[in-house]
């Protein structure tokens, strides 16, 4: 497990490096910012729930949005083999699923990036441009494969909040971390647990996120969609 997680952050950087060669990174970085700002919208219902807002936040913040994580992956990858031997499975499956996420999300925003640095340069992100980005650059399987990384993260969370001491062994660690120079990789793992500490039943979440992604991933790849007019996306 553990060296699946370092597989998924060096293929992260590899990636970022290839991004600031193409000179594309500000425009993946705004890309990013328009997802998050559509999925707020999308899940807005969820979003103002009082229970789910460190939860959205969490996903938006730290999983799919333009923070940058370089030093939490480097904290990660230094310090993971001795996690592993220290934390449940399930937590290790959980970090497995939010790294897995970021690798992919990541390769498919610089793909979506790079049609629209060759079709609209210097043009702001819109609803049209971002569904045709979408549906040329396929990869649907990919689309698919990303929702049901979010489904298992969303299993595997639901475990590790039940697990009887994880959060007093998170918090008593956030000292050690800090000593020890991984103080970003510990604020990650604690904003991840007390956000879905605070749902109570995970499944409340997610389910009603992962359905409407689907719905939406569906009908943006319908092959008789016709933009603009039928685009399915909402307005950001």
């Known amino acids: 497990m553990a060296q699946a997680i370092i597989k998924h952050i060096h293929r992260v950087n590899a990636l970022r490096d290839l991004a600031l060669k193409l000179n594309i990174m500000p425009l993946i970085h ?5 997802q998050c700002e559509r999925l707020l919208v999308s899940h807005d219902d969820l979003a103002q729930q009082a229970r789910y807002q460190k939860a959205m936040a969490f996903f938006v913040e730290e999983l799919y949005g333009p923070k940058d994580f370089s030093q939490r992956d480097a904290d990660l990858a230094r310090v ?7 934390l449940p499975d399930k937590a290790m499956n959980a970090m497995d699923d939010a790294l897995s996420l970021n690798a992919l999300s990541f390769n498919l925003d610089m793909d979506m990036a790079q049609y629209l640095n060759t079709h609209y340069p210097n043009a702001p992100i819109t609803r049209d ?8 650059i396929g990869r649907q399987d990919d689309r698919q494969h990303q929702i049901d990384i ?3 993260l969303g299993d595997q969370l639901a475990d590790v909040v039940k697990i009887p001491g994880i959060g007093m062994l998170i918090k008593l660690s956030r000292r050690p971390a800090k000593l ?20 109570g039943d995970v499944q409340c979440f997610i389910q009603p996120v992962l359905e409407r992604e689907k719905a939406l991933m569906h009908n943006l790849f319908e092959p008789t969609l016709s933009l603009p007019d039928d685009n399915p996306l909402p307005h950001v």
């Open 30 to 34: 705004a890309l990013q910012e328009w």
């Open 80 to 86: 993971i083999p001795k996690l592993a031997k220290v």
């Open 129 to 136: 441009t971002y569904a045709e980005a979408y549906r040329s």
């Open 150 to 152: 979010i489904s298992h």
């Open 180 to 199: 020890a120079g991984v103080l970003a990789l510990h604020e990650f793992l604690e904003r991840g647990f007390n956000a879905f500490k605070a749902i």
